[in-house]
């Protein structure tokens, strides 16, 4: 029986050649049978792969041949399963584009990268450095959610700031207002899923005067694999794909809330109506309400 696996990964390099990268990609993961997204631009690639163990290896091995990727932080978690040729059931294909952002802030003129990565982000923290800013400097520290807000209802840091970004296009506008401005003269943590989209926050905030930035290297997904529910964490851990979210143990607290009942959950999906694309936070027993927006609408 094939091992189901999913990788996450990314990597801010400057690539001369995108389209010559997405080429390789492409067919690297098609003669793999490998399915999921990846999105290049000519300051790195990021992405996420479903398939079984033996297929990601060979990718793993081939993707960190290349030099601009060979010290790239490969993330390994469990699938929900793969069919009889192998193919990941938690991604409906393969996806391989060129963008001008890999991750879409909508500022991909303020991005500054390097060989080294992002010029000018926050100061990187492992889970350990993260225990050990908090026990130096206590209650002062600000946990800031790099995420969209729904991806926080069923799980944040503790006493985590939660910008109301649908999207993370949201951002700018959001540090632009000044509604955070209050946070420039303390220590604040910025923490996405895998680390990726707190590269480019944590060098928004800087260049917008927040003095003392720090990004968690590795994102959520490292602190989990480190602390589990442990630690700082509450909750589960959104994930774009068809397995919804994952938990880092069998102890891990419910906080999402259902909008039709109230009830803990963490289940997320759309809104039933095939007109609204929005996605919400609901339980498998009020699954027909119509997501709140919808519903006032």
């Not at 590269?199 to 990004?215: D, H, K, N, P, T």
């Amino acid at each position: 029986m094939p091992t189901p696996k999913i990788v996450l990964f990314y990597a801010f390099t400057p690539l001369a050649d995108p389209e010559a990268i997405r080429l390789w990609q492409r067919d690297l993961g098609e003669a793999l049978g490998l399915r999921g997204r990846l999105i290049i631009s000519k300051d790195g690639v990021n992405g996420t792969l479903g398939g079984d163990l033996p297929s990601l290896k060979k990718w793993a091995r081939s993707f960190r041949s290349y030099a601009p990727f060979k010290d790239v932080d490969i993330k390994w978690s469990e699938g929900t399963g793969v069919d009889a040729e192998g193919h990941s059931l938690d991604f409906p294909k393969l996806s391989v584009k060129v963008r001008e952002e890999i991750v879409s802030f909508g500022a991909p003129g303020e991005l500054r990268v390097d060989e080294g990565g992002v010029v000018g982000g926050g100061v990187r923290l492992t889970p350990e450095g993260l225990h050990e800013l908090m026990d130096e400097r206590g209650e002062d520290v600000v946990f800031f959610d790099g995420r969209n807000a729904l991806e926080a209802q069923i799980g944040r840091f503790k006493n985590a700031v939660v910008p109301d970004a649908e999207t993370t296009r949201d951002f700018v506008s959001l540090l632009d207002s000044g509604a955070y401005d209050d946070l420039k003269g303390k220590p604040v943590v910025t923490y996405c899923t895998g680390g990726i989209r707190c590269e480019v926050l944590s060098s928004l905030m800087a260049s917008r005067g927040f003095g003392e930035i720090y990004q968690l290297e590795g994102g959520i997904v490292r602190y989990g694999e480190r602390f589990g529910d442990d630690g700082l964490w509450e909750g589960s851990l959104y994930v774009f794909d068809r397995r919804g979210s994952i938990d880092f143990s069998d102890r891990a607290a419910v906080i999402g809330e259902c909008v039709g009942c109230s009830t803990p959950t963490k289940r997320t999906a759309n809104c039933p109506d095939p007109s609204c694309r929005v996605q919400y936070v609901v339980c498998e027993s009020c699954a027909a309400v119509s997501c709140p927006e919808h519903a006032a609408a």
